[in-house]
């Protein structure tokens, strides 16, 4: 029940996202979709792990591929999809936390935020670059496929 | 096939620019133009391209041309058109002075999402994301309006004042005393959901993303600047939510 319920939420975060980026009409509804599959992937490997780390580096990577297969699809750049689909992982939560320890004087803890959302940063970097390659990969072994007599 | 050289890097030069404006990577510019100028026989043409300005040579015999870059938004849209544009003239569906009218009407009248629009949608956006982040319902009402009036801020600001640093600043100053007058009046109860949700409209999302995927790619230069825009902004959000929690 709970995966319905954050599924339409992402969906309709990751629209809403589309709309404030101006993406094309027609893609608004794609984007959603690869928000919401980058989100449950995100929360079934947070719930399974308890690791925030890996859990972005799943989500970074399903979102990356989706919007390969989309921009494949449509012929558009793959960017229009993946980035409204990225926003929800960005460790917003706990940039913000780093910083209200901060103010509130506490340097230890914020340091131990800083460098969570800084790994979070980094994993959710290495999943959209490991699904670039292997895509990319795929691509040229189906090409090498086809031109072989 | 003697066409106009001219004609050729001036559209490179202006599809290149047309989507580094609107926030493409750069190595997807860098590609489009290097397409195009093949297409219409130009195949010694180089480019090198930064977030704030592109440097195209098209042979040993034409001028390099320098285009400077002064304004980067987000609009994805505009991306979507362009590089439609290089797909039809690479495939030879239109011919090169059809292209660059095309590309010049983009440059003119770009349709984007009314301003409200854009506003409400930023509102859903927040208030979708307290949720995510496991908010209260009787918070929602709040991010909205924090979400909606700090999105309204940021992009006004940045069209007037032309310094995205300040507009970022404002906008999470006021989505904070927002937030705060709302928990402290008892209509909201979690103070840092709040800030949080209604954040994320002006989070650097498309820069990060772009930022890593520009150094992977081999162009440290826009990497490390967009890179360095991106940090400067999330920074500036920080900064403006601090400075309401401190006072």
């Given amino acids: 029940m709970i995966y319905v319920a954050q599924g339409i939420l992402s969906f309709i975060a990751a629209a809403a996202f589309g709309i404030v980026f101006n993406a094309p009409k027609k893609s608004l509804f794609y984007c959603g979709i690869v928000g919401t599959t980058g989100w449950i992937v995100y929360m079934y490997v947070n719930q399974m792990n308890q690791d925030q780390v890996s859990a972005s580096f799943a989500g970074a990577f399903t979102v990356a591929f989706v919007s390969h297969i989309m921009s494949k699809k449509f012929k558009m750049p793959m960017i229009i999809f993946s980035v409204a689909g990225i926003i929800p992982l960005v460790p917003g939560g706990t940039a913000y936390n780093a910083m209200r320890s901060v103010v509130e004087k506490n340097y230890p803890l914020a340091l131990e935020y800083a460098s969570l959302a800084l790994l979070i940063s980094g994993s959710i970097a290495m999943g959209l670059v490991f699904a670039e390659i292997i895509t990319q990969l795929w691509t040229k072994a189906i090409v090498k496929l086809k031109t072989k007599p | ?247």
């Avoid at chain 2, 002064?70 to 505009?78: H, I, M, P, Q, S």
């Avoid at chain 2, 999302?205 to 790619?217: E, P, S």
């Fill in chain 2, 1 to 247: 096939m003697a066409a106009d050289y001219e004609l050729v890097v001036e559209s490179c030069l202006l599809a290149g620019r047309l989507m580094m404006e609107s926030g493409a990577e750069t190595y997807r510019a860098e590609d489009t133009m290097d397409r195009m100028a093949i297409s219409q026989e130009l195949t010694q043409s180089q480019s090198f391209v930064t977030p704030t300005g592109i440097i195209f040579s098209g042979n040993k015999n034409l001028p390099t041309r320098l285009v400077r870059i002064n304004a980067r938004t987000t609009d994805l849209g505009k991306i979507a058109s362009v590089n439609n544009i290089s797909r039809k003239l690479a495939f030879g569906d239109i011919t090169i002075e059809e292209a660059y009218s095309e590309l010049k009407q983009i440059e003119d009248e770009h349709e984007t999402y009314p301003f409200w629009i854009q506003i409400v949608a930023a509102a859903i956006a927040s208030g979708a994301f307290l949720l995510l982040f496991s908010g209260k319902l009787l918070d929602v009402p709040t991010a909205l309006i924090a979400g909606g009036i700090g999105y309204a801020v940021s992009d006004r600001l940045e069209v007037r004042t032309r310094v995205k640093f300040f507009a970022e600043f404002f906008a999470a100053f006021i989505v904070t005393v927002i937030a705060t007058i709302s928990v402290a009046s008892g209509l909201g109860s979690e103070l840092d959901k709040i800030i949080i949700g209604s954040v994320m409209p002006l989070v650097p999302g498309l820069l990060i993303t772009n930022a890593v995927r520009d150094l992977m790619a081999g162009s440290f230069v826009s990497g490390l600047s967009k890179g360095a825009e991106a940090f400067l902004t999330a920074f500036a959000i920080g900064a403006g939510v601090a400075l309401v929690l401190s006072l």
